[in-house]
């Protein structure tokens, strides 16, 4: 699902700074105890919560071997978090940074659950509403601004007569967006930006929206065409309203916390110096490694920035040197939605009302919650298995005659069936795809018209947009496309994803056998996994010879899993 502009500032939210906090779970009642493993124990709440996950995402049976086994598993889980703390990584650096973003994230959580979801409700009306949009097709297009200034001049220009075929040209560097006027072609629920949808189905067609917020930007929509199923009956809608209903209140948790982060900021109060802004952007711009790491660099090359105030509020004003301890927590992924001043400033609201949200909830003392202190705990031992598992991994190495024996004992593993190189040129909309084909019947080259249409690029490392398949991978195409020599083409296929495909041959590989440097990469991981299960046994053998461990699988037989 796609997720809203607002909300991407929500999400970051979670990875952020708190103070040391130790939470610590009251000893269960004897009864209820599964096993000690030194000072901790597996509860017959653990057991029944881990087996309904299981039993949820791989359908595990229920039976005495199964339980016996899963309690088994769950007791070596906590004899390798034991070892990872034994190694430190609970206090090091690293540790702390992931004990403060999980607290944080547990408090964020419970108020979002709490000020936010729980006050969500889905309508009758709303539901049939999805329903109709479910079975309804729209042809758009659209237009993107990074800015609401932008975006504003844009619609003005549209008001005073342009066509979005000219202004596509001057805003998008996409050449299947520029050269079609910004055409989506046909959509439907979740296929765009629930904002543009909402602005799509709310529009007669031939009429243009206004600018709506999008992830990083803003968008106008224009609607060409709109296409209902006229077949839909009230058992449809019946057999799907469930579906619906968990969709709909999935898309409102989503849009309301977008909500709430807008509101807040006027609250608030946010302002911010633009002076300061344009300059801490041009170091994001330019991407020093020590922007995001105030504790261990220094500001890079700008005299007295640090000191200047970037950002005012009703919790107060905060210099680049406190933005930047604020920011700390947040991931590459988040950073790189800060296009432009405006999304950075975007970005720091968030920061403000991140405070905001924290200090609320340690009002409401929701980090005093069994919920919390539950969140924290399978967190936080979660990632100490993590965190073991890569230092193992990390640690093993394979001898080079390992390497060599494995590839001459496994050679059929290392044969690769005939595969066949193709181009492709995916496109969503049927209009398109005939001008297309027009195209290539008069000798237009694919590779140009890939470049310029096709809405899918080539896989990673292709520059030049060619993958290679098997007859398998192909399917009931396989004959069809395995027949065509090194420059021909055929298409359009039907995708089962709705896109019409175009394929050119480049070249056909025969069966062979991959050399042993091509596949050591391979062999080495393969060889990896095997040691690492015995390495995983030898730690959890050492590591309870020097704990006690006791276990009561008697107390399985008469456990209700229901």
Wanted: aromatic content about 10%; some cysteine; glycine content about 4%.
């Amino acid at each position: 699902m796609k997720t809203p502009g607002g909300l991407k500032i929500f999400l970051f939210l979670c990875w952020v700074s708190l103070f040391w906090f130790a939470c610590h779970n009251q000893q269960p009642a004897e009864e209820n105890v599964l096993a000690r493993i030194d000072r901790e124990w597996i509860t017959t709440k653990d057991f029944q919560q881990r087996f309904s996950e299981l039993r949820t995402r791989m359908g595990l049976p229920d039976n005495g071997q199964t339980r016996r086994e899963l309690l088994k598993n769950m007791v070596n889980e906590k004899l390798l978090i034991l070892e990872a703390k034994n190694r430190g990584y609970d206090r090091d650096a690293r540790g702390r940074h992931e004990w403060q973003r999980i607290h944080i994230q547990g408090l964020l959580n419970l108020f979002y659950q709490k000020e936010i979801a729980a006050r969500i409700t889905v309508s009758e009306k709303e539901l049939r509403e999805l329903f109709r949009r479910f079975n309804t097709r729209i042809k758009a297009r659209h237009l993107y601004a990074p800015t609401k200034r932008k975006a504003d001049s844009l619609y003005r220009a549209l008001q005073n007569g342009a066509t979005f075929e000219q202004l596509a040209r001057k805003v998008f560097k996409d050449p299947r967006l520029r050269d079609t006027g910004g055409l989506l072609g046909y959509v439907t629920v979740d296929e765009v930006h629930p904002n543009v949808e909402d602005a799509a189905f709310s529009l007669k067609v031939g009429e243009i929206s206004r600018p709506v917020k999008i992830s990083s930007g803003y968008s106008i929509v224009k609607v060409e065409d709109r296409i209902q199923n006229p077949l839909i009956t009230e058992l449809q809608y019946a057999q799907k309203k469930a579906q619906m209903e968990r969709f709909l209140r999935y898309r409102k948790s989503l849009q309301m916390a977008a909500a709430f982060v807008d509101s807040m900021r006027r609250e608030l109060e946010v302002t911010f110096n633009p002076d300061v802004v344009r300059a801490v952007f041009q170091l994001i711009k330019n991407k020093p490694e020590g922007l995001w790491r105030p504790e261990e660099h220094p500001l890079p090359g700008v005299p007295d920035l640090e000191d200047r105030v970037i950002v005012r509020s009703r919790l107060g004003a905060w210099s680049v040197r406190r933005f930047r301890e604020k920011a700390r927590f947040t991931s590459e992924r988040e950073r790189r939605w800060i296009r432009h001043p405006e999304s950075l400033e975007e970005f720091i609201a968030g920061l403000v009302v991140r405070e905001y949200m924290l200090a609320h909830a340690r009002r409401k003392q929701y980090d005093r919650t069994p919920e919390f202190q539950e969140f924290v705990r399978r967190q936080w031992e979660s990632y100490l298995l993590q965190r073991l598992e890569e230092a193992l991994w990390a640690e093993m190495e394979v001898p080079e005659d390992s390497l060599r024996h494995y590839y001459r004992q496994n050679l059929d593993k290392f044969t690769r069936p005939p595969q066949i190189g193709l181009r492709k040129i995916a496109v969503a909309d049927p209009a398109v795809a005939r001008l297309i084909e027009g195209h290539l019947r008069r000798g237009a080259s694919f590779e140009e018209l890939a470049q310029q249409y096709s809405v899918r690029s080539g896989g990673a490392g292709n520059p030049r947009g060619v993958e290679y398949f098997t007859r398998r991978q192909l399917g009931q195409w396989a004959d069809e496309i395995f027949s065509l020599n090194p420059g021909e083409w055929k298409g359009p296929f039907p995708s089962a994803d709705s896109l019409y495909l175009f394929v050119q041959c480049v070249d056909q590989l025969p069966q062979r056998v991959i050399p042993f440097e091509e596949a050591r990469e391979e062999i080495v991981n393969a060889l990896k996994y095997m040691g690492l299960n015995k390495k995983r046994d030898e730690i959890i053998r050492q590591v309870a010879r020097s704990v006690p461990v006791a276990q009561f699988p008697e107390r399985l037989t008469t456990m209700r899993l229901n």
